[in-house]
T-cell receptor, first 114, second 113 residues
Framework: NAGVTQTPKFQVLKTGQSMTLQCAQDMNHNSMYWYRQDPGMGLRLIYYSASEGTTDKGEVPNGYNVSRLNKREFSLRLESAAPSQTSVYFC?????????????FGPGTRLTVL | EDKVVQSPLSLVVHEGDTVTLNCSYEVTNFRSLLWYKQEKKAPTFLFMLTSSGIEKKSGRLSSILDKKELFSILNITATQTGDSAVYLCAVKALIQGAQKLVFGQGTRLTINP
């Protein structure tokens, strides 16, 4: 039982390049989330998916797209990376329908955009 | 606009001291308040609080919620160097069947030996 996994762990991009961050969970959770964490800013929600086939914007969605590929996987795409997107990205999952209020986090992806 | 404010932002104490971390919030459709500990990478869950006045306790850590005054505190007694971390407070709302967590900025706690 791996919980929430993310790939890659580290990535360096040049401005304008694109990439996709992958997230998968094996806990059969319906809800999945993408956050970014910047110094002094706490965690900010980028997008979330209440269930397979649905996605919604969070606090800071600009510059990102997401895909809920299936119940297990939720990917985050940067189409044209900008230095302002340098951050640590966390994926999380939860199961609100079963009363599971806590969110389980992946290990994070450290992204640097030059 | 929903917001969560933590104080202090940074705290340095000596091993053995007791610390109190604060979290105040303004959130619509409040469901619960959660505390996380973040050391190096992903945050780890500490407590979830839904009712006022009921203390949650785990070892040297305890937390309580005041829904009338809209705040929570996290206490750590007899601190150890392993308690050094960033402590995050988050408030949960339920939107369209999915939880939305609004996070505070975090409190960076440093325990010196």
């Amino acid at each position: 039982n791996a919980g929430v996994t993310q790939t890659p762990k580290f990535q360096v991009l040049k401005t304008g390049q694109s990439m996709t961050l992958q997230c998968a969970q094996d806990m059969n959770h319906n809800s999945m989330y993408w956050y970014r964490q910047d110094p002094g800013m706490g965690l900010r929600l980028i997008y979330y998916s209440a269930s397979e086939g649905t996605t919604d914007k969070g606090e800071v969605p600009n510059g990102y797209n997401v895909s809920r590929l299936n119940k297990r996987e939720f990917s985050l795409r940067l189409e044209s990376a900008a230095p302002s997107q340098t951050s640590v990205y966390f994926c999380a999952s939860s199961e609100p329908l079963a009363g599971g209020y806590e969110q389980f986090f992946g290990p994070g992806t450290r992204l640097t955009v030059l | 606009e929903d917001k969560v404010v933590q104080s202090p932002l940074s705290l340095v104490v000596h091993e053995g001291d007791t610390v109190t971390l604060n979290c105040s919030y303004e959130v619509t459709n409040f469901r619960s308040l959660l505390w996380y500990k973040q050391e190096k990478k992903a945050p780890t869950f500490l407590f979830m609080l839904t009712s006022s006045g009921i203390e949650k306790k785990s070892g040297r850590l305890s937390s309580i919620l005041d829904k009338k005054e809209l705040f929570s505190i996290l206490n750590i007694t007899a601190t150890q160097t392993g308690d050094s971390a960033v402590y995050l407070c988050a408030v949960k709302a339920l939107i369209q069947g999915a939880q939305k967590l609004v996070f505070g900025q975090g409190t960076r706690l440093t325990i010196n030996p």
